[in-house]
């Protein structure tokens, strides 16, 4: 499995907007899908995007349709979620899980459990 480093958490006024950078370090010929998840203090982890690595293919769950994105660049072995019109609930912990694709990306990326590989994640806070 592979070891995904985040950057990019940041202090940011509401409104705003943030990028990331999950970066992945070696070969990509495998079917990865790499997520961009948070975890709420109290709340279950929860997916905001995913992306396969290979192809490209993205999904986002209903609930952050046109707020969150995620691209690839294969050059750099790196994945780029990126978020804006970030309110104050959005503070919380961010995190790039990586698993060989083994189910239809939409369930991956809703079930926190197909992902075995969690790096430290980044802390974004939303505050005036």
């Known amino acids: 499995q592979i070891q995904v480093v985040e950057s990019g958490g940041d202090w940011v006024q509401p409104g705003g907007s943030l990028r990331f950078s999950c970066a992945a370090p070696g070969d990509n010929s495998e079917w990865y899908t790499i997520g961009w998840f948070r975890q709420a203090p109290g709340k279950e982890r929860e997916g905001v995007s995913c992306?396969?690595?290979?192809?490209?293919?993205?999904y986002y769950p209903d609930s952050v349709k046109g707020w969150s994105t995620i691209s690839r660049d294969t050059a750099q072995n790196t994945v780029y979620p990126q978020m804006s019109t970030l309110k104050p609930k959005d503070t919380t912990h961010y995190y790039c899980?990586?698993?060989?694709?083994?189910?239809?990306?939409?369930?991956?990326?809703?079930?926190?459990?197909?992902?075995?590989?969690w790096g430290r994640g980044t802390q974004v806070t939303v505050t005036p």
């Open positions: 899980p990586t698993e060989i694709l083994t189910s239809p990306l939409q369930f991956m990326c809703q079930v926190r459990q197909y992902f075995a590989s």
């Open positions: 992306i396969i690595i290979t192809d490209g293919s993205t």
